[in-house]
Nanobody, 123 residues
Framework: QVQLVESGGGSVQAGGSLRLSCTAS?????MAWFRQAPGKEREGVVV????????LYADSVKGRFTVSQDNAGNTLYLQMNSLKPEDTAMYYC???????????????????WGHGTQVTVSS
């Protein structure tokens, strides 16, 4: 079973930036970032399909967040700019097994999860 480890969370002021990293123990074609704030449902942030580099962002983060990967394809990044207090959440890296990708922001499409990294944005 491939494992995912997130890092890079922290506390910033509104308008600041953070870069999250997700390191996988194996190659995964379909990866995503989700987030969950206290008392709220888990929300999809972005799906990234390595097969063709396609991305699907949530409307709430479009233009502010950017997903990318390293050359080896083992680490997925989430660059978060212009952060807002409503971005405060635990951020999770997730992946689908196999070579295909259910290309949508539904958490139940993803069977492989990291433990999360906390992002806190103060006003």
């Amino acid at each position: 079973q491939v494992q995912l480890v997130e890092s890079g969370g922290g506390s910033v002021q509104a308008g600041g930036s953070l870069r999250l990293s997700c390191t996988a123990s194996g190659y995964l074609y379909c990866m995503a970032w989700f987030r969950q704030a206290p008392g709220k449902e888990r929300e999809g942030v972005v799906v990234f399909y390595r097969g063709d580099g396609d991305t699907l962002y949530a409307d709430s983060v479009k233009g502010r967040f950017t997903v990318s990967q390293d050359n080896a394809g083992n680490t997925l990044y989430l660059q978060m700019n212009s952060l807002k207090p409503e971005d405060t959440a635990m951020y999770y890296c997730a992946a689908q097994g196999g070579g295909s990708c259910a290309f949508r922001l539904r958490w139940d499409d993803f069977s492989i999860w990291g433990h999360g990294t906390q992002v806190t944005v103060s006003s």
